[in-house]
Structures are given as structure tokens and as C-alpha cells.
């Protein structure tokens, strides 16, 4: 059986981590070891010391390319390390966040241009892009009142940004969807929490009997 890479993207708040959570466990019961579920840096000693510096509040100087590089270099070895091994094994693959968050964040939060973004990240990934990305889709408001709401503890140099950032982010994320319209399938993340672990649960469980 060949492997399966689903990615889960979306703005802050929009609740990858919670339903990727609640997906892990039904779809963890049915898979057992034959599911993988992931998130960058992924516990590798290489790219968690890369995340330290691009999280790290006290560079608050770094520049946008400098951070682009950054996350490519750490995607690029959590990619190698963890999830390419793990599909040669034919596992299933879960991983919060990749590629689309570069580009997101990156090419249209910091602009230093998606393509260009994109681009790099096909270098570090030798163009190897998830068969299936699930985009939890919320306004940067409720994201960001997610955020505030749930977690005031967990306030990294990222989240310190502007409502702005977060608008150029959406936007930067829609436009994604509209270009890769196969690959991307839109969540409406505003929906109750159950609903949309649900819906998620479906489209992943529809993306492993498919494959
Ligand atoms: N559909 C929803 N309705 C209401 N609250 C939600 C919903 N989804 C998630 N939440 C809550 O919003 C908060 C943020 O969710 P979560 O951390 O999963 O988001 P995330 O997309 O992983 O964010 P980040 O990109 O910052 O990691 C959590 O407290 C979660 O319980
Ligand atoms: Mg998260």
C-alpha cells in the first residue's frame, strides 16, 4: 500500500491543532502505527534548533528572507528525517503545517513574494508537495480572538503581529486555494469545533480509502 501526506494549514486559531487532535484518535484506531501524524520542526535536533532562532523574541531584527530560509532549511530536514521515511514505509501522514504556511506567511504576510516562496520550497522539498491539504478557513479576527481566548500563554514573536499581517496571510492562503484547487479543499473552520473535526475526519478517511 503507498503512502498518503496530508497536510493541515490555515491561519492562527483557525484549530489545526485541536481537530488534527480528535482526527489522530479516530483515524489512530483504525491505523494503529500505520499512521504517522507530525508538525514542523518535528523533534529532530537540527530543526528544532532552527525553529529556536526564528522564535526566538529576542531577534526581533531578522529578515524576512532570512526567516524564509529558515523555515525552508527546517522543513527541508523534518522532511528528510521523519515524514519521506514514513511513506516509504506506505504510513499515513498527518503534519500540521508545511509548504502553504511558507508561502502564507512568508510570500504574503512578510511579501517578499509567494512565487518566489513557493519556489524555494520546492527546492527544499525536491517538489514534493501533500497529496491532500485540508485549509481550515477563519477571518483573521476570530482567529486571532482564539488565540487570545484560549492561550494566553503561548504569545511567540508571530503571534505578536498585527491584525494586518493576519489579513495578508488570509489572503495570501485564498489565493493558494484558487491556484491548486486538486490539492487544497477548503474547511469552514467558524463552524462549531465538532462539526468541523467531523468534517475533517471525513475528508481524511475519504483520502485513505482512495488512495
Ligand atoms: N471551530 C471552533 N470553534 C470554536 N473554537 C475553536 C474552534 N476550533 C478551534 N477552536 C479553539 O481555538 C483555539 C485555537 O485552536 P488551535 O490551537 O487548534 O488553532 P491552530 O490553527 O492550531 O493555531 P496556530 O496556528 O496558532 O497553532 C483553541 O483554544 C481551540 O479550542
Ligand atoms: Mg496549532
Not at 8 to 33: H, I, N, R, S, Y
Not at 70 to 85: G, N
Not at 150 to 157: A, I
Amino acid at each position: 500500500m503507498s503512502g498518503l501526506f496530508i497536510s493541515f494549514e490555515g491561519p492562527d486559531g483557525a484549530g489545526k491543532t485541536t481537530v488534527l487532535e480528535a482526527v489522530t484518535k479516530t483515524v489512530g484506531a483504525q491505523l494503529g502505527d500505520q499512521l504517522l501524524v507530525t508538525r514542523e520542526p518535528g523533534g529532530n535536533q537540527i530543526s528544532e534548533a532552527i525553529r529556536d532562532i526564528i522564535l526566538n523574541p529576542e531577534n526581533t531584527e531578522m529578515d524576512p528572507r532570512t526567516e524564509a530560509l529558515l523555515y525552508a532549511a527546517a522543513r527541508r530536514q523534518h522532511l528528510t528525517e521523519t515524514i519521506l521515511p514514513a511513506l516509504r514505509q506506505g504510513k499515513v501522514v498527518l503534519c500540521d503545517r508545511y509548504v502553504d504556511s511558507s508561502v502564507a506567511y512568508q510570500g504574503a504576510g512578510r511579501q517578499i513574494g509567494e512565487q518566489a516562496v513557493y519556489d524555494m520550497n520546492t527546492f527544499a522539498t525536491n517538489g514534493l508537495l501533500p497529496d491532500l491539504t485540508l485549509y481550515f478557513d477563519v477571518p483573521s479576527e476570530v482567529g486571532i480572538a482564539r488565540i487570545k481566548a484560549h492561550r494566553q500563554d503561548d504569545v511567540d514573536r508571530l503571534d505578536q503581529e498585527a491584525l494586518a499581517f493576519h489579513k495578508l496571510v488570509r489572503a495570501g492562503y485564498l489565493r493558494l486555494r484558487d491556484a491548486y484547487p486538486e490539492r487544497i479543499t477548503t474547511v469552514d473552520a467558524t463552524q462549531p469545533l465538532n462539526t468541523v473535526i467531523q468534517t475533517a475526519t471525513d475528508l481524511v478517511n475519504q483520502a485513505i480509502a482512495n488512495r
